[in-house]
Each structure stands twice: as structure tokens, then as C-alpha cells.
């Protein structure tokens, strides 16, 4: 049997009613002669709810105490009327592994207001909850109905670093774990479900793998096994050709290649954790996204050579709130060593760089995470001038077919005539075209770029987009 990865995201798991829906397409796929290996998200918005708890309890005001105490009854509630609508009151092993972490949780949210700090240690503890209640709760509910269900502890089988709340997998550890805990029980034909976004480090402290880090536990997990399909379960029907949030008419696209979607997720398709794609490459594993909602559609299947299709243009993508950075050489021309001394600078502050430009004299930069920034100014400083402008957003145009013509960039940039352009890049892999604009206009651009690349005239349904 081929062992086939489904991970259900946050609004897949949200209630009971979500969850017998997993059921539903996990026994649907059994049926099918597959070997699920089940990973899931933590109940819809919970992560949200751990960390704001986390944030009130750091606060220590004199209402902190109350406010944690009523936030955390909250959602333990919700935990126990989920269990108990899908009649698993009565199941004395999930009740005490619940307890468990509830525990943990008041016990980690007490020393959090002791301290009036949340600690990146801390802060993976409390978010880690969430999936661990899930995956607890998922892998009861598929016992209960006669499902070959095995909790496994996600912790023990992805090994990460110790960078807490962004921490990175280590691969040999991870593979080698997924053989030793995970593999034996596929093939016995049992199901293992793992929470997702959670690990440990190799001396046994908790970690998560970043926002939205379920999706990469799938592919590490798909990855280790060598499975069939990596499948991402989530609340739309696969990629869409723009932010669906943003773009009204975006339509599904069917086929896309690994870089396509590592772009793709690389510049804020939510869809997919940007490091989704890798492990699914190393090994040639198909990845697919598909709605839980609505099991029979197709999805967007992922893989290193799809079909060519129709779409000039693969889909868009945009990240808000991010820093533009430009450093202009204070001698006139741009000296020998100085772009190392500028990204050493980047380097030191462990800050990735996203789009870079340069002209004779400067070059420019933008960064997402802007909590070094001040840092990075002032090192900065010593070498060069500086400007800093905030609230930008980044709006990318991805496509493989854009490395083969060249008049597919000039179209982009054509269709985006009287926008305030801030700086524009077309990357060495040449299948995405970048732009850097004022956060404000990022919803319009979006919009009319995707009229202009993606308008019905253009659509045809038979298609591979
Ligand atoms: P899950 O909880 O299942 O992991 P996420 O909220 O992380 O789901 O990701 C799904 C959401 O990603 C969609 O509801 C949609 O709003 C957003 N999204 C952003 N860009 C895209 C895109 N290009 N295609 C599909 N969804 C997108
Ligand atoms: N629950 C985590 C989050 O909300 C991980 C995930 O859903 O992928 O970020
Ligand atoms: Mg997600």
C-alpha cells in the first residue's frame, strides 16, 4: 500500500462537524487502497487564542489573572464540547491526555505572569497545545469509528534546532525518526496521526515551526516515507490565480511545478508554508491542495514537469508590511567589498533579504521581519546613507514561462503602467517577475494585474489552468 500524507488545516478541524468530514476523506481514501498518514492543524483559530493568551498573561496587570483564567477556560471548553459532540465524552485515555495539557498550558501561563515575559521557549509550549488537543482529539474520533487510528507524538519525530517559534527541521534526525516511529505502523495498516507545526529539540524541548508550519510537518513527514502524495486539505479548492482575500474572481489553478509553488509560497500565498515544497522535491513527491469541503474537485497538483497549459502566468502573490532599505555608498561610486559589507550586515542580525535592486550607487533592499531593524540601520550607517520606508507590500507574478519570453516581464510591467512602482526585480530563476510598491496601493494593482493576466477573455475550462 502507498502511505498517502493528508494534513488538514485549522478550518478543517474546526468542530466536530469538521472533523467527521476528515473521517469521511481519510476512510475514503483507505477504500481506495491508500495508507493515510493523518497530520493536522490545531482547532480553527486556537493557535490565535495560546499565543494572545500567552501575550495577556505577560502583561501581569491586576486583571491579567482573571482575563487568563477566563480565556483558557474558554478553550478548554471548546476542546471538551468538540469531544463530546463527536461522543467522546466517555473516553477516559483522550480525557486525561486533554488534562495533560491543559496543565501544562496553566502551568506555563502561570510562570509567563510570574515573569511578566513570554519567552520564545514559553511561547512554543503554549502554541504547541493546540495541535497536540487536535491530533489527540482526530486520532480518538477515528478510533471511535473504527478506524485503525495511532496517536503518535509529533515532538518525537520531527527534530529541529533550538530556534524557538521559527525552528528548522534537521533532516537526517526527522528521516530517521518518521522510519523509526511512523513507518513500522503504516505498514501494519494502522493509520498514525501527528500533530502538525510542532517539534523538539534533540535535548527535548518543545518548538514549533513558524506561523502556518503544519503544511511543512506534512511534506517532512511525506518526505521521510517516501510517500505517494503529499495532500494539503485546507478551506479553498487549491491554488488560486491571486489572494482570494484580495482578488474576487481568482480562479483555481490545476497544475503547478515545484518552483512555481515554492514562489509562489516563498511571497505570501498563505495556501502553502513557504518551505512546504523542498522535502517534497528532494524526493519527487506530488503535492496536492484541495478543499475539505468539497473532497471530489481535483485541487492543484504540484509535481517537477506539469502539463503545459494555457496561462501564459501561473498566479499572483503579495506580502504586506514590508521594509524597503536603501544604502547608497557614501564614496561615489560603489566600492569594491561593499555589497559583502552590506549583507554581512544582514547576516549578522539573522535577516533575510527578500527583493534586492541596485543601481551604480546604491542598492536596495526589502525585509519582512522588521524586528532587528533599528540594528541594522545603525550597523549600516557606518558604511553608507541610509532611507527607510515602511508600510510597502510586495506583489509577485509568478510563472515558469516567464524564463522562456521575454515579453511576458514587459507585459507585467506594461499592465502596471501608472502605479508608483518602488523598485522591480526579475529573479537569476527568471520565473518571477517582483515588485515593491506603498502597501496602500497593493490591493488595486493586484487587482487590475490580474484582470490584465488573468481576465476571462483569456480563460478557457479544458485547460491546464
Ligand atoms: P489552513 O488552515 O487550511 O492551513 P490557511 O488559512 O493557512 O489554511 O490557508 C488557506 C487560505 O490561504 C485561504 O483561505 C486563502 O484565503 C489564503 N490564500 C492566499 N493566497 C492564496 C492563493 N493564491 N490560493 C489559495 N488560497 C490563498
Ligand atoms: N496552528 C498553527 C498556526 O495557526 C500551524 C498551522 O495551522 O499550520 O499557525
Ligand atoms: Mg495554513
Redesign the pocket.
Known amino acids: 500500500m502507498s502511505a498517502v500524507v493528508m494534513k488538514?488545516?485549522?478550518?478543517?478541524v474546526a468542530d466536530a462537524d469538521a472533523i467527521r468530514r476528515v473521517l469521511s476523506i481519510v476512510s475514503a481514501a483507505r477504500d481506495r487502497g491508500h495508507a493515510p498518514v493523518v497530520v493536522v492543524?490545531a482547532l480553527?483559530g486556537a493557535t490565535d487564542r495560546l499565543l494572545g493568551l500567552a501575550e495577556t498573561a505577560s502583561r501581569g496587570h491586576t486583571d491579567a489573572d482573571e482575563l487568563v483564567r477566563e480565556e483558557l477556560f474558554a478553550l478548554t471548553q471548546r476542546h471538551l464540547v468538540e469531544a463530546a459532540s463527536l461522543g467522546l465524552d466517555r473516553d477516559r485515555a483522550l480525557a486525561d491526555a486533554m488534562e495533560s495539557s491543559f496543565q501544562d498550558l496553566r502551568e506555563t501561563l502561570d510562570a509567563i505572569r510570574q515573569r511578566r515575559r513570554a519567552d520564545p521557549v514559553s511561547l512554543d509550549v503554549i502554541a504547541a497545545a493546540g495541535e497536540l488537543l487536535s491530533s489527540r482529539l482526530v486520532a480518538a474520533a477515528m478510533a471511535a469509528e473504527g478506524l485503525p487510528a495511532v496517536w503518535v507524538d509529533a515532538r518525537s519525530v520531527i527534530v529541529t534546532d533550538d530556534r524557538h517559534t521559527c525552528a528548522i527541521p534537521m533532516m537526517d534526525e526527522t528521516n530517521a525518526s518518521v522510519a523509526a516511529l511512523v513507518a513500522p505502523l503504516v505498514a501494519e495498516g494502522r493509520i498514525p496521526v501527528l500533530g502538525g507545526f510542532i517539534g523538539r529539540t534533540a535535548d527535548g524541548t518543545t518548538t514549533t515551526l513558524g506561523r502556518?508550519g503544519?503544511?511543512y510537518s506534512a511534506s517532512l513527514v511525506g518526505a521521510g516515507l517516501g510517500a505517494a502524495e503529499i495532500q494539503?486539505?485546507?478551506?479553498?479548492d487549491?491554488?488560486?490565480?491571486?489572494?482570494?482575500?484580495i482578488v474576487h474572481e481568482?480562479e483555481i489553478v490545476r497544475h503547478l511545478s515545484f518552483a512555481e509553488a515554492a514562489e509562489?509560497a516563498y511571497f505570501?500565498?498563505?495556501?502553502l508554508?513557504p518551505s512546504t515544497i523542498f522535502p517534497a522535491v528532494d524526493r519527487n513527491i506530488p503535492v496536492r491542495?484541495l478543499n475539505s469541503r468539497r473532497p471530489d474537485n481535483e485541487g492543484t497538483r504540484i509535481v517537477a514537469d506539469p502539463p503545459p497549459g494555457h496561462r501564459p502566468f501561473a498566479?499572483?502573490?503579495s506580502k504586506r508590511g514590508i521594509t524597503v532599505i536603501d544604502i547608497t555608498s557614501t564614496r561615489m561610486l560603489m566600492a569594491h567589498g561593499f555589497l559583502r559589507r552590506v549583507f554581512e550586515v544582514f547576516e549578522t542580525y539573522e535577516t533575510a533579504v527578500d527583493v534586492v535592486t541596485t543601481s551604480e550607487v546604491s542598492v536596495s533592499v526589502t525585509i519582512d521581519d522588521d524586528r532587528r531593524a533599528a540594528a541594522i540601520v545603525a550597523a549600516l550607517l557606518e558604511i553608507a546613507e541610509v532611507r527607510v520606508e515602511e508600510q510597502m507590500a510586495i506583489l509577485a507574478v509568478v510563472g515558469d514561462r516567464l524564463a522562456i519570453d521575454s515579453s511576458l516581464a514587459a507585459r507585467v510591467l506594461g499592465s502596471l503602467r501608472g502605479f508608483p512602482l518602488r523598485m522591480v526585480s526579475q529573479a537569476a530563476s527568471r520565473r518571477n517577475v517582483t515588485i515593491v510598491l506603498p502597501q496602500s496601493y497593493l490591493r488595486a494593482a493586484m487587482t487590475h494585474l490580474h484582470q490584465e493576466l488573468f481576465g476571462v477573455a483569456e480563460a478557457q475550462p479544458e485547460g491546464r489552468r
Open positions: 488538514f488545516g485549522g478550518s478543517s492543524s480553527g502556518g503544519s503544511d494539503i486539505w485546507t478551506d479553498v487549491g491554488m488560486l490565480t491571486a489572494d482570494p482575500r481568482a509562489l505570501g500565498a498563505k495556501v508554508h491542495i498566479a499572483l502573490a
